[in-house]
């Protein structure tokens, strides 16, 4: 084999290496601006969800006029969704849900016409957890003391031996009871059935500085508001 025909066959073997190594790097790089790019969309997708105001109060969007169409506006079309949930004593009650499949996130709207949703009438948060910040800034799972602070002094709930037991029945002029248009309710339930003591039971209406309700050791089930018209 002549000098010549060697020379061109090593330099036609580093142009093909060449290549392949500069395919493969350009496939990395192309997989790697993929991966940024979809890095960049959840993350964007995060803030967009983060951007969504999850605090409770008389102010938009929770107004009189709202509709679904308003809701659907603040939190997103697919997560304003009618349903049917149970109520007291065995009823049925027509809400609109918000984040309805998003137990953190979750809130029911309650209208005063029910077939045309108008005339927005409540809104409630419940369950064992809620990223919710609701009037004074009280929680899901906040402990008495906490409702107090918010609310600048003790106030009054109905005995817990019932199913409708726990619910603040008097804000006592605190700062709960002056939150602007709306009205706060709130419900409190005791740690477990043992904590329940028999002096907060059905007939009874203490304040939250009770010793017996201390000894129930109460937190927020539910946190909500309502108009009064």
């Keep these: 084999m002549s000098r010549r025909f060697s020379v061109i066959l090593l330099a036609g073997a580093c142009l093909a290496i060449a290549a392949s190594c500069g395919g493969e790097t350009a496939a990395n790089s192309t997989a790697a601006g993929e991966m940024a ?32 169409a308003t809701l659907a506006a603040a939190f997103g ?17 027509n809400v609109t849900a918000i984040y309805p499949e998003d137990p953190a996130r979750r809130a029911e709207v309650t209208f005063r016409n029910e077939e045309e949703r108008t005339g927005l009438m409540s809104v409630r948060i ?19 003391e906490a409702v107090e602070a918010a609310n600048g ?40 059935e043992a ?16 010793a017996a309700v201390r000894a129930a050791r109460p937190h927020v089930a539910e946190i909500g508001i309502r108009w009064a018209r």
């Excluded at 079309?77 to 009650?93: C, K, L, M, S, Y």
């Excluded at 369950?127 to 008495?144: A, E």
């Excluded at 817990?160 to 002029?173: A, E, K, L, R």
């Design 126 to 144: 419940a369950g064992t957890t809620s990223l919710w910040v609701g009037p004074g800034g009280v929680r899901i799972g906040d402990g008495v």
């Design 77 to 93: 079309r697919e997560n304003v969704i009618p349903e049917t949930v149970a109520g007291p004593d065995g009823t049925q009650i």
């Design 195 to 210: 904590a329940s003591p028999a002096s907060v039971g059905d007939d009874v209406q203490p304040l939250s500085t009770d």
């Design 37 to 68: 790019d979809s890095r960049r969309m959840s993350n964007s997708a995060a803030a967009g969800a983060a951007e969504v105001n999850l605090t409770l109060g008389c102010e938009g969007p929770f107004t009189p006029e709202a509709t679904p």
């Design 153 to 192: 002094g003790p106030f009054q709930i109905s005995g817990f031996n019932s199913d409708h037991g726990g619910y603040v029945i008097g804000w006592n002029g605190g700062k709960l009871d002056n939150v602007g248009e709306c009205f706060v309710h709130a419900r409190l339930v005791p740690e477990g």
